[in-house]
Every structure is written in C-alpha cells, then in structure tokens.
C-alpha cells in the first residue's frame, strides 16, 4: 500500500482500481445494513474475484450473492459457505447444483412448479429455496397478484425432503430507470411493500421464512429498510456513471478507471484516439438527459494517486469500435497529451468493464485476478 | 465430421459453430478475391482462433490482418508469418513490436511523425509501414486533403533504415451504416476512389507499394475490385444479424448461433427467459428500420444437424441484461418449449459475442479455443 501508483508498466488498456474507495463502498453499505439491523449478502457478480472477496469478509460478511452457478463454485472454491445464486435455477446445470448443495449452505431460486419438481427428484442434499417475486421490474419472476399460483407451489415445497422453503425474493432493477431521489424512493416503497405483504401472509407458517430485495440505488439512496430482512447489492463496490447518473453514487466513490494509450490525435475535431473498445469497456452507453448527450465513458486524467478530473469541459468517449475509442475533449485536454500518453476513462457500466478485462490493477501496482 | 449435433452435453449459453457455413464463407471470398486478382489479407478479429486460422490456410491464405500486438503474437506462434496490424502504432508496446519484427514480417499502420520517428528509433528488424488514411469513416487516418502531411511523412519514412513503405491502407468502416446495395456501391467507390488517387500520386517513387482496403459489407457485395491490391474483410467468416441487415449476406450464411437454456417462461407476455445475457451476447443492439423494432438477437430451433428458422413470426431478443436474456415469442414458439429446454439465437454482432464466449462448439461436438 506504500508503493505509489506507477503508470510506466501499463501498455495496454488495463482496468485500475482505487482500493481505498472500493474499501470506503463496501465498509458504508455493510454500516447501513448493519444499522438497520439487515442480512447483507452482496451481490459479487460486479467483481468476481477472490481476492475482494477477502475485503468484504473483513467488513463482516459470511453471506454472498451470485449470478450463475459457475461463479458460486469460484467462490465455494475460496471458502464462502452460505451462497444464494439470484438466477432462476437452470435445470441443465444440476451436476453443479448438487455438488454444491453437498458442500455448501446453497440457496437457489425457483418460479415454476416443474423447477421445484425436478430439484426435489434429482437433489440428495438440502437446498433453501426462494420463490422469485417480481416486484415491478418485469424481467421474470411471479406476478404478485398470481396468489393460488403461489400458494400451489408452497404447498408443495411443502412437501418436499430436499427443499426448504427460504422465503420470496425480488430484485427491483428498475430502480436503474431513475433519475431522482423520488423516483427511487417511490420504487423502494412500492417494490419492498409487494415483499411485506406476502411475508404477513406467510410467516405464521413458514416462521423461518425472510424477505429480500436491494439493488444499489435503493441500497444506496434509502435510509429507511424497515421490515425487511436482507439486501443484495452488488455495483455500489466500485459504481460507475450510470450509478452517478442514477444519482446513488458521487463521482468520488467510483472506484475503477480505465488506463488507455493515446494512438492518434485529430486536431481538427479535437478528438483523441484511443486503443481501448468495445471489447474492453463494452459498448454500454449512457445518455445525459440535460443534453441528450450519448457517450461512453468519461474522461479522467491519471495522476500519480490514481485519476483527478478534468476542469470543466465536456471530455467524454463518443464512440466506441471493437479495439478503436474515440475520445471528444476540449481544447486544454486535447494539448495536453501526445501519442503514446496514457489517459483516463471512467466506465458507464463497471459490471460489464470488469467482465472483459478479466483483471483489475491496484494504484499499488497489485494484479487482482477475477473468474 | 460424421457424429450428429448432440446439445445433450450442453448445460449453458454455448456459442454454436456450424463448420461447413463457415468453409463455404471462407471458399467464397477467397475465391472472389482470386478472380479479382486481390492479395486477400482476412482479419482474424472476428475468430481468433488458430483453428479457425488453419481453415483459412487450407483456402491458400498466407497472410492474415489482427487488430491487436496481442493476437499477432497468438497467430505467430501458430506459424503465421506475414501479419498487418491494423491499427495505429501503440508505440508503449515497442517489446512486443521487437519481438514480433524479429520473428515474422510485420506490418505496421502509422499516421503522426512522432509514430514513425519513435519506431525508427528503436526498432532494429524492418518492418513494412503502411500509412493508415480516413476514406471517408472518420474514425481516425490521414485526412487525403492533407498532402502536404502525407508527403512529409514519406519523406520521413524514405529516410528510415528499418521502416519500408509499404502503402496506404484504410478501412470503410461507415459501410456498416449502408442499408441497400446501392449505398454500398457509393462507399466502395468514394472510399477506394481516395486510395487509387494516392497510389497514381506515388507508385512512380515508391514502385512496390500497395493499397489495402476491404471491410465485410463492401467486399460481400461488389464484384469490381480493379485498381485495388489488398482486401481485408473479416467478419464474413461467420456473418451475423448486422450484415443480414446491410445486405451483406443471406441468414442461411450465419455461421454462428448461441444456445441458450430456457429458465422461465411468462404466458402473459409471451416471453422466454434464457441464461445467456451481456455477459454472453454483448449489449450489441440491431433496430430494425421497417418497424422501428430494436432486438439483441433473433430465434431459431436448434435441431439435429444445426439450428433452423421459426415459421413467420416475430421472435427475437428483446432485453438483455447481466446474465438474463428476454427472448419474444409468438404463441407457435412459446408452446413448443419447456423450461430446461435450449433455444438458439442468432447473434447481432458475431465479433463480439465470440470474444465474450472465448469458444466455439461445432455442430459435431468439436471444441475450438480462441485467444
């Protein structure tokens, strides 16, 4: 952690990341849920990596999220003992599913009658089992209005040896639509009220039973979680501009930042020409409603702490090609650099950023590896 | 060759290849290529695969184009020995572009005086430069109006002891924006128009030099390639949606569709919900202009020898997100699948998707790596 951040190694588009920030995120989400008196079980489908793995069990975290079951197994590997894999089950995968429920506190989600069958005919081992709720987001999920749907499959799992009834689940990534504090306060209400109503219905049988929701802009932006029993977020250990647009982060908490080298200028049109594309940053963009400006990425310059932004100016990634990005900046940026600079982009999308790179570089100079 | 297509030992999102579309993709441009009398110089971005790359040698290819210092080396081990890198010179990766000068002809694509000056510094194997222009894409290159830069920089390179004029190479990148045959055309003429006028400018000082153009679209669809010397297409290797959509190829002609394990299926909406998400496809999108319609892929049944298209109807890809895809289905589609069902989707963009899915099955069971 004493060594300062050094640029003269990076040749090739590299994803860094700011511990201190990363370790800020994880430390303010595990304080509020630990306030409110919540199950925090992040999400680690953003990172997928053992290593900050280790940096949320020392802020106390024994249980995690995931998105496919390929990922529970890379966490199992690295000893997390209690996993929920937010996915409705894939039935294909039932070798994994079993081998994992031998080893581990698994947790899986189901919506179908044919699901919860085909788990309790092939398991040998207990699962929890959550119904998956949809609480507005209309992805998947069942309808909460579909009660004699509902009822038909606690009954059976009911009666079931392998499968114990956790409770329902539900994910309101709708919340990624907003762009106000009201906005997501209106849908943390109506999201969680839909979960608080099935759970007064069926506590009184199911005792042991929990409700849980939590995307990062709820998590992130609410204070209040009352009659709730777990959160799940997962983008808010690095965030990114989406979230800052989303209004659940500020720019200071990003905690990752693309270094790209300069390959080209073009004066003419003030633009940069970076080697870093899509299949680093994917091409997720972003549109800021004020101008309906559509861009990729924004522009940061590294320093040797990690990034600073620039003043003022509209510095952003305008384009994205597979390998290719092109970077639109004022006048002050555009004679700053030459070819051969290193410059900063912060991502739209830091989940789907730190999916390709497949690595992360710690302004200590640290190589994190990911699944 | 002979085992018939087995999706029983499929589990999760697995990228389909279909072997003899893709033989016949390959035969079809080289031989194209031949008749015109063109150096066909395929890109490798699309499959970075050195099986794929044998492929291609069986049609005669020789010399190859990659788009990264990365992938020239994962070719060169492979025993390619003529590689253009195209794309600018990322000068901070002067040891590989060492290495790779001293193993095989490399060829590099520069557009600033420092570029050049900085490789003639510290290169000691020759290398064949080609000066990178803008035909018309505007994504980076020499603007053709600037003579008088263009001729310095000859000048510069004609100085040089281990950097030999190659030619001029650019890239009609603004051809994937072509809906019709005609608008095709207009590109292929603009664009090659500006490097015909170059080559008759400077052929008389430099006898041996080229020009190199030829993205998928353009080299799908013309049949007059006179005056030009190089093609570089690529993504017609496996073809995709997008190139369906530009009129580069027929859907039969797609060499490559995702299966993908139904998880969900929502009556109400007639929606399927697959594994397979961004993580999978890549958020690359596809608006369809006649009805204004945006999609992430489209359906198809996977059958014994492949896969096959649905009857009429409209079903496709409607959402994508981390590891969710919402596959629309009309009501034939809809009955006909079960959850633990695989489905099959053409995607969008091939190039992308085949870099997140990082390997090929074939349709005999074969699995190809890529890099």
Same mark, same amino acid.
């Given at each position: 952690?004493?060594?300062?951040?050094?640029?003269?190694?990076?040749?090739?588009?590299?994803?860094?990341?700011?511990?201190?920030?990363?370790?800020?995120?994880?430390?303010?989400?595990?304080?509020?849920?630990?306030?409110?008196?919540?199950?925090?079980?992040?999400?680690?489908?953003?990172?997928?990596?053992?290593?900050?793995?280790?940096?949320?069990?020392?802020?106390?975290?024994?249980?995690?999220?995931?998105?496919?079951?390929?990922?529970?197994?890379?966490?199992?590997?690295?000893?997390?003992?209690?996993?929920?894999?937010?996915?409705?089950?894939?039935?294909?995968?039932?070798?994994?599913?079993?081998?994992?429920?031998?080893?581990?506190?698994?947790?899986?989600?189901?919506?179908?009658?044919?699901?919860?069958?085909?788990?309790?005919?092939?398991?040998?081992?207990?699962?929890?089992?959550?119904?998956?709720?949809?609480?507005?987001?209309?992805?998947?999920?069942?309808?909460?209005?579909? $009660?004699?749907?509902?009822?038909?499959?606690?009954?059976?799992?009911?009666?079931?040896?392998?499968?114990?009834?956790?409770?329902?689940?539900?994910?309101?990534?709708?919340?990624?639509?907003?762009?106000?504090?009201?906005?997501?306060?209106?849908?943390?209400?109506?999201?969680?009220?839909?979960?608080?109503?099935?759970?007064?219905?069926?506590?009184?049988?199911?005792?042991?039973?929990?409700?849980?929701?939590?995307? /990062?802009?709820?998590?992130?932006?609410?204070?209040?979680?009352?009659?709730?029993?777990?959160?799940?977020?997962?983008?808010?250990?690095?965030?990114?501009? /989406?979230?800052?647009?989303?209004?659940?982060?500020?720019?200071?908490?990003?905690?990752?930042?693309?270094?790209?080298?300069?390959?080209?200028?073009?004066?003419?049109?003030?633009?940069?020409?970076?080697?870093?594309?899509?299949?680093?940053?994917?091409?997720?963009?972003?549109?800021?409603?004020?101008?309906?400006?559509?861009?990729?990425?924004?522009?940061?310059?590294?320093? $040797?702490?990690?990034?600073?932004? /620039?003043?003022?100016?509209?510095?952003?990634?305008?384009?994205?090609?597979?390998?290719?990005?092109?970077?639109?900046?004022?006048?002050?940026?555009?004679?700053?650099?030459?070819?051969?600079?290193?410059?900063?982009?912060?991502?739209?999308?830091?989940?789907?950023?730190?999916?390709?790179? $497949?690595?992360?570089?710690?302004?200590?100079?640290?190589?994190?590896?990911?699944?």
């Amino acid at each position: 952690m004493n060594k300062p951040f050094s640029k003269s190694q990076i040749t090739e588009p590299t994803l860094l990341l700011n511990q201190k920030i990363c370790l800020e995120n994880i430390g303010r989400m595990a304080e509020k849920a630990s306030k409110n008196g919540l199950i925090f079980r992040p999400h680690f489908k953003t990172h997928q990596s053992h290593q900050i793995g280790k940096w949320f069990r020392l802020a106390g975290v024994k249980k995690i999220t995931v998105s496919s079951l390929k990922m529970a197994e890379y966490f199992a590997e690295a000893g997390w003992k209690d996993i929920t894999v937010a996915f409705p089950v894939n039935i294909l995968e039932i070798e994994r599913i079993q081998r994992l429920a031998a080893a581990i506190q698994l947790n899986l989600l189901a919506e179908s009658l044919d699901t919860i069958n085909y788990l309790e005919k092939n398991l040998r081992s207990s699962v929890n089992l959550f119904l998956k709720i949809d609480i507005g987001y209309q992805r998947t999920g069942i309808h909460p209005d579909k $009660k004699e749907k509902i009822q038909n499959l606690l009954n059976r799992i009911d009666t079931c040896t392998y499968l114990q009834f956790a409770g329902f689940i539900g994910h309101a990534g709708h919340s990624y639509k907003a762009r106000s504090k009201q906005e997501i306060a209106d849908i943390h209400t109506s999201s969680t009220d839909v979960l608080k109503e099935l759970k007064k219905e069926y506590q009184g049988k199911f005792p042991g039973m929990i409700i849980s929701t939590g995307d /990062t802009p709820t998590c992130s932006v609410m204070d209040n979680f009352s009659g709730i029993d777990e959160i799940r977020p997962g983008n808010f250990v690095f965030y990114d501009l /989406t979230q800052h647009a989303i209004g659940s982060c500020r720019l200071n908490d990003i905690a990752v930042a693309m270094a790209c080298p300069i390959v080209a200028k073009h004066a003419d049109r003030n633009e940069l020409i970076v080697y870093g594309g899509g299949v680093h940053f994917s091409k997720e963009k972003l549109t800021i409603p004020t101008d309906n400006q559509t861009l990729n990425g924004v522009v940061v310059h590294l320093n $040797k702490t990690g990034w600073e932004f /620039t003043n003022g100016g509209e510095n952003y990634v305008s384009k994205l090609s597979q390998e290719h990005g092109t970077l639109k900046v004022d006048q002050q940026v555009f004679d700053r650099y030459e070819v051969g600079d290193l410059i900063g982009v912060l991502p739209v999308h830091s989940c789907m950023t730190a999916n390709l790179m $497949k690595s992360y570089r710690t302004l200590e100079g640290e190589l994190i590896a990911r699944l």
